[in-house]
């Protein structure tokens, strides 16, 4: 199994006392499988992904990448982790702004030190990127900068995806090209996609929905 | 991984060239000060440690005469017959038709081993030095200073000489200073032979003395240099804000980006070291410009400084600069270790904050109500520390910590100052828009507090030097028109020619005084004894401080003996007290007079009285009294009638220029370091103002969006900058006066044995607060210009942005 | 003797040296030169002769202990002139070196002492006699009517040691070569030499361990000269030494690149002198010893047949190294073979 949680259990500090977000959590994503989670603002989607990313650890449960527990792992195994296996894909596109499209573009394959610059050109062609290589993010309209970021995570060649709703900046026809050509792209490359997403309409597209209601999976 | 990382993070800077170049010219200008000041430092200390490694004193005990006097040379063989393994040495002045220098009389066979100076060691003629006429080695520039004067041996250039001294053998010696069998003080070897006589039994004048670790000329210029170095670590200070403020701010702008490549799998340990790593990049690379810049600084005032230290202490230094690694590697280190302290913060924060916590670019410029009230009670004590130290402290020491305590304190005020003067200023304003105003400075006060505090530091020393510098320069001139009250001022050639020049002067003047001195040890250390003729021109002119009303009668009787202050402070003496000349007699002290300028002790006696001290003396310069409208004719007649060369005469005029040329070199240097000060604190200034009015959108641009043109928006912005840069100067003003008071009182006493009377100069002042105001508009110009040409769409954004 | 001339001769230049100075004034200018033929004067010969380049006062004494342990000392007083004059005060050329060494079996001290003349830290008067430097001293205390060196008291004083003798005289003073014009080479080189051979000692070491009492017998050389020696002599081999016979032999050998020169005096019991010429007496070394970095021949075959000599010397120390501005071996040595007794040898030039 490409990602697997078991019983996961989430809880923050905030001003009024701790509050539960995760309150035991199992849930599976299987290669080339693509999930949607939903569930309503605040409900803890973003806690799910962030926890499967290891940019944020679970109280108490497992989770499992690639049958590796993160939780049991330390802080350079989670760093390598996210190079390696993982991409993740923001509603803020976390573009890096000093650097231009194409640096943007390679950059986490470089890091990862997978650089496929035949691959990164196609994906560029395909996201429609071509001609913008040597601009900058704040040069680029949202639906460019967030094709950047999907981009990104696809030159690195991920076994798994997790998208933080990618379209969640984007109107309604630019967000559902962008998703287009992700689907597309994932389908291909054959890597698992764990999508958050508010929007039914969205989430209808992917093999499988799960929902997220009050800390546990409805 | 490491290098792809570490070229996003680089990447930042090139797209803010900006905050790069503060960053870097803040850090190589707090260096460059810093490592010239120390340049200077180094070179003096390498040449002062050269005087003290002259004979090895720095190493070896001595025996030296209890009563300061030179004593007979019967008491070295005594000493040395009785055991003692010493060698003699002779030292004193040797001046002649205007040309002076040191001389230092040795004994090559008796020196202990690895005592002989470098230059002798390294060959010579040990024939040619011990015979008559003897053989001297000197620097280079004092055998070139002294080429073609009468009466001493030939000279041999010797490179490691110490400049203005010339060694000779002690019989030599002996004769050059008129000292026949005479000798200052005994070296003592290391090791020394069993079963001497005790010292007591065999010379009880003489004890015995620890090695110097630093030559006499060392300690006098100590505060000097102390004083340099206090500049060099003010500016550093300065600088340092601005290193601080550019890398706290590149660190909080980037932090979305430090999230985003740990996102993408960038471990925190590498991420911390990359920045590290990047940071002691920069800090070596700005560090290497500032000691290129330190350099220049150094070698553009080391002439300066080297005319300084000879006016003052006559401590010789050469006049070109070398690159010392003790400075150099020194100037790199402090650069490190600035960058390193301002970035540490930075770091610290970093390596803690979990990794979803949001950026605070704003909230880095904002600083608790709590880290005012703790910055305030900091500056409170240190208050306390400066008036314990004016009311307790000692010497030099005592001085700076009072200057120290007193600078930093109403520097770490400032920002809780100006807060109270803006919160009461915003209470008592009327209109919505000047409320906003003043809230909104209030606001920012944070941001530019580092900024405004080198500022404060920069204005107050600017007013308290300044106002030093001016006192003394008023004074100084007022002393000289007292001192130099003769007209004319001729010197012999030799005792004939001045017996002849008397004859031939003495009916074409209206009076002719005689200038003589002799040079020996008073109270232990050399000094100058003149001896002055009883007429009106002294006792109506002279600048006695303090004396009884018949001194000068005193003096013409041979019963009295007035001093200077330096010497009057220096000794703690007393009207009354006894005074004991070189050779031993004893006068009671009937005065003291203020002579600036001047290193080293003086006493003045009665011309008949030095003559009958000191038959020997040199009787060679007459003061001549003469209607100042003759001056021109005589000087005529003299050369034409007389035959006197043109170089032993000259007119009061002439030496009151040159007087007061000394003077300003004196203090170029401290001008110049001020003016740098002031430069480093209004570039601190306009990093700072461009740094927050990149932050400020977010807070202008409601007050646009509800109906403030940006022109307007612009200018306000402008006025918020003069505004703090006036109440700064108002700040800096008292704290200004009371370090002049503390220099002029207290650092000046102990450093130069004279005190000054302050003068306050409000005129200065208005200009140093338009310098301010100026500096302050300049920083603040580009800012505002730029939120006035702001396209609209950018303020839009603000709105746009979900941060 | 022209051993120590050349000591003396080469000393000079290398304590210039280590003081600073290179080359000490050379050559003979204006100072008088030795001439056969003219008489020795005493008292006045035991002064100094300021006309000349070189004098001095060279004194070496065997001693023992009350528990028969072997010592040696050596006081030596060197005069040498930049200018053939005296003057008052520090213009005085003349300049004066003193050497002490105390030896023992195990231990050899050494201090050494310079000193200018002309204001009374170091000089020679010869009535009454008396040489110092600094404390050292060799200070006649004659009988009314007798030589001024029959008696001495003699003290030096280093910084880990010290000695304080008594020296009395048994027999006359003895001149070298012709009535004390002591030629040193084919050249022509020559000096006025004389000693005093005879002495009986008694007095106190001071050690670092504490005093010691001791007796002993001791050898005074005189000699003044203005003349330096050949290039190519590279050193010398010398001894004075005290047979049981109460005869003493004055021998040496100068080793130069074409082979040694040797010479020397025989000295009767009675003090009569019998100077011989070059190839009487043989000096082969037998054993050496590492001193100061360099082999030194501390053990001598002397062969002089005429005499009916032929003895091995053997030093008390072999590491008697004299570690002064020009450094050279002197030390005590014991006599076996034909003849037995004490007496000291001298070594220079070995590299």
Not at chain 2, 135 to 161: I, S
Not at chain 3, 23 to 32: M, N, P, V
Request: charged residues 20%.
């Amino acid at each position: 199994m490409l990602l697997q949680l078991h019983d996961v259990e989430k809880a923050y500090d905030s001003g009024a006392g701790r509050v539960s977000v995760l309150r035991g959590v199992s849930m599976a994503v299987a290669a080339g499988e693509t999930v949607a989670l939903t569930g309503e603002s605040g409900s803890g989607k973003s806690t799910v992904l962030h926890l499967c990313a290891g940019l944020d650890l679970p109280d108490s449960g497992r989770i499992e990448v690639e049958g590796q527990d993160i939780a049991a792992a330390d802080d350079r195994a989670r760093a390598a982790l996210r190079r390696d296996a993982v991409g993740l894909v923001f509603q803020q596109f976390n573009l890096i702004p000093s650097l231009d499209v194409a640096a943007n573009l390679a950059f986490q394959a470089r890091l990862a030190g997978r650089q496929d610059a035949p691959w990164v050109a196609d994906l560029a062609r395909r996201l429609g990127l071509a001609d913008l290589m040597d601009r900058y993010p704040e040069q680029l309209s949202g639906g460019q900068q967030q094709r950047v970021a999907i981009g990104r995570t696809l030159a690195a060649r991920p076994r798994l995806i997790l998208a933080d709703e990618p379209t969640g900046n984007l109107d309604e026809e630019t967000g559902d090209a962008v998703l287009d050509l992700m689907l597309g792209l994932v389908a291909e490359a054959g890597v698992g996609l764990l999508l958050v997403t508010h929007s039914p309409r969205l989430a209808a597209r992917l093999d499988r929905r799960l929902l997220l209601k009050g800390g546990r999976l409805a | 991984m490491y290098r792809t990382a570490l070229s996003a993070l680089l990447s930042h800077w090139r797209r803010h060239p900006m905050q790069l170049g503060s960053l870097l010219l803040g850090l190589a200008l707090a260096t460059a000060l810093w490592s010239g000041v120390q340049a200077i430092n180094a070179e003096a200390r390498a040449s002062y440690d050269r005087a003290a490694g002259v004979l090895a004193q720095d190493r070896l005990e001595q025996l030296v005469p209890t009563d300061g006097q030179r004593f007979s040379q019967e008491v070295y063989v005594a000493l040395r017959r009785a055991g003692w393994d010493i060698s003699p040495v002779l030292e004193g002045r040797w001046s002649r038709a205007g040309r002076s220098v040191r001389i230092l009389g040795i004994e090559p066979l008796s020196l202990p081993a690895g005592a002989a100076p470098q230059p002798v060691a390294a060959g010579g003629d040990m024939a040619a030095f011990l015979s008559q006429p003897g053989q001297g080695f000197a620097a280079p520039q004092t055998v070139a200073a002294l080429d073609g004067a009468d009466g001493l041996p030939p000279l041999t250039a010797a490179p490691d000489m110490v400049p203005g001294m010339v060694l000779v053998d002690i019989g030599i010696a002996q004769g050059l200073l008129r000292a026949e069998g005479e000798v200052s003080r005994l070296l003592v070897a290391p090791a020394q032979p069993v079963g001497r006589t005790p010292l007591g039994e065999v010379a009880p004048g003489l004890s015995l003395r620890a090695p110097q670790a630093e030559a006499d000329v060392a300690n006098l210029t100590g505060s000097f240099h102390l004083n340099l170095t206090a500049f060099g670590f003010l500016s550093f200070a300065v600088g340092l804000f601005i290193v601080h403020s550019a890398i706290g701010l590149a660190f909080e702008q980037r932090r979305p980006m430090f999230r985003t490549l740990r996102a993408l799998g960038l471990p925190l340990g590498a991420l911390v070291a990359i920045l590290a790593a990047e940071v002691l990049i920069l800090a070596l690379a700005a560090g290497l410009v500032g000691i290129g810049l330190g350099y220049g600084i150094a070698a553009a005032l080391l002439p300066d400084v080297a005319a300084t230290l000879r006016g003052l202490y006559g401590a010789a230094l050469p006049g070109s600069l070398s690159l010392r690694p003790e400075w150099w590697l020194g100037g790199l280190g402090i650069a490190m270790l600035g960058a390193g302290v301002a970035a540490a913060q930075s770091l610290w924060r970093l390596w803690h904050l979990p990794l979803l916590a949001p950026a605070q670019p704003r909230a880095w410029a904002r600083a608790s109500a709590r880290a005012l009230a703790r910055q305030g009670a900091l500056a409170g004590g240190l208050a306390v520390v400066a008036v314990l130290a004016g009311l307790f402290g000692q010497g030099v020491a005592g001085g700076f910590v009072l200057l120290g305590a007193l600078l930093l304190s109403a520097a770490l005020a400032l920002p809780g100052v100006l807060a109270l003067i803006l919160g009461a200023a915003e209470r008592a304003s009327r209109g919505a828009l000047a409320q906003w105003f003043w809230a909104d400075t209030r606001q920012q006060l944070p941001g530019l507090s580092l900024a405004l505090m080198a500022l404060l530091l920069a204005l107050a020393a600017n007013v308290g030097v300044g106002t030093m510098v001016a006192s003394f320069r008023l004074t100084f001139t007022g002393w000289l028109d007292q001192r130099l009250s003769s007209e004319f001022y001729v010197t012999a050639r030799n005792e004939a020619e001045a017996g002849r020049l008397h004859d031939w002067l003495e009916p074409r003047s209206d009076a002719l005084l005689p200038i003589w001195k002799i040079e020996g040890p008073v109270r232990g250390r050399t000094a100058e004894v003149y001896g002055v003729a009883d007429h009106p021109t002294y006792s109506e002119n002279w600048p006695i401080l303090t004396g009884t009303p018949d001194l000068w009668q005193s003096l013409a009787r041979g019963e009295g003996a007035i001093v200077n202050e330096q010497l009057w402070r220096r000794e703690g003496l007393r009207l009354g007290d006894s005074l004991t000349l070189p050779g031993g007699a004893e006068r009671a002290l009937v005065g003291v007079y203020s002579d600036y300028g001047n290193p080293r002790g003086q006493v003045i006696i009665g011309v008949e009285d030095l003559t009958a001290l000191y038959p020997e003396v040199e009787r060679l310069r007459y003061a001549i009294r003469i209607d100042p409208e003759k001056v021109p004719d005589l000087r005529r007649a003299l050369v034409d009638e007389f035959g006197l060369p043109a170089d032993n005469m000259i007119d009061q005029a002439s030496v009151k220029r040159f007087s007061l040329q000394v003077f300003e070199r004196t203090f170029a240097v401290t001008a110049a370091l001020n003016v740098l000060t002031m430069g480093v604190a209004g570039f601190a200034m306009f990093t700072s103002l461009l740094t927050l009015a990149t932050m400020r959108l977010p807070q202008l641009a409601p007050v646009w969006a509800l109906g403030l043109t940006r022109g307007r928006l612009a200018r306000l912005e402008l006025v918020r900058a003069l505004l703090l840069a006036a109440l700064t100067m108002v700040l800096a003003l008292p704290v200004g006066l009371v370090l002049a008071w503390a220099l002029l009182s207290v650092v000046n006493v102990a450093a130069f044995g004279w005190r000054l009377p302050m003068h306050v100069f409000p005129a200065d002042w208005l200009w140093l607060g338009a310098l301010a105001l100026a500096a302050a508009g300049l920083a603040a110009a580009w800012p505002a210009l730029r939120l006035a040409r702001m396209p609209p769409l950018r303020l839009l954004k603000v709105f746009a942005d979900e941060r | 003797m022209n051993v120590r001339l050349i000591l003396v001769l080469m000393v000079w230049p290398f304590a210039a040296i280590a003081q600073g100075f290179a080359g000490l004034g050379q050559g003979a200018e204006g100072f008088a030169t030795p001439r056969p033929g003219v008489a020795l004067e005493f008292p006045a010969d035991h002064g100094a002769h300021p006309s000349y380049r070189i004098e001095w006062w060279y004194l070496t004494a065997n001693l023992k202990g009350e528990d028969g342990r072997s010592y040696g000392v050596q006081w030596t007083l060197f005069r040498s002139a930049l200018a053939p004059e005296t003057r008052e005060g520090w213009a005085d050329p003349q300049i004066w070196m003193g050497h002490a060494g105390l030896t023992t079996p195990e231990r050899h001290f050494v201090a050494e002492r310079l000193a200018r003349g002309g204001i009374g830290q170091a000089g020679v008067t010869a009535v009454p006699f008396g040489a110092w430097i600094d404390g050292w001293r060799m200070q006649g205390r004659a009988a009314e009517g007798r030589d001024e060196l029959s008696a001495l008291s003699l003290t030096a004083q280093g910084t880990d040691f010290a000695y304080d003798l008594d020296l009395t005289a048994e027999g006359p003073l003895v001149a070298h070569g012709q009535s004390g014009y002591s030629t040193k080479s084919e050249s022509g080189q020559a000096s006025y030499y004389y000693s005093q051979p005879f002495y009986r000692v008694a007095g106190t070491l001071d050690l670092p361990e504490g005093p010691i009492a001791v007796t002993g017998r001791a050898w005074l050389d005189r000699e003044w000269s203005s003349q330096p020696l050949d290039a190519e002599q590279k050193g010398w081999d010398w001894v004075s030494l005290h047979f049981e016979s109460g005869e003493k032999l004055m021998g040496f050998q100068l080793r130069s690149t074409d082979g040694a020169y040797t010479s020397g005096t025989w000295i009767g019991a009675d003090g009569r002198a019998e100077p011989f010429e070059d190839g009487v007496l043989t000096m082969t070394p037998l054993g050496r010893a590492r001193v100061a970095g360099r082999d030194l021949p501390v053990r001598w075959r002397l062969e002089l047949p005429a005499k009916g000599l032929d003895v091995e010397i053997d030093a008390l120390n072999a590491q008697s190294w004299m570690e002064t501005r020009f450094a050279y071996w002197e030390g005590p040595v014991r006599i076996t073979g034909s003849h037995r007794g004490e007496g000291y040898l001298e070594m220079t030039g070995y590299e």
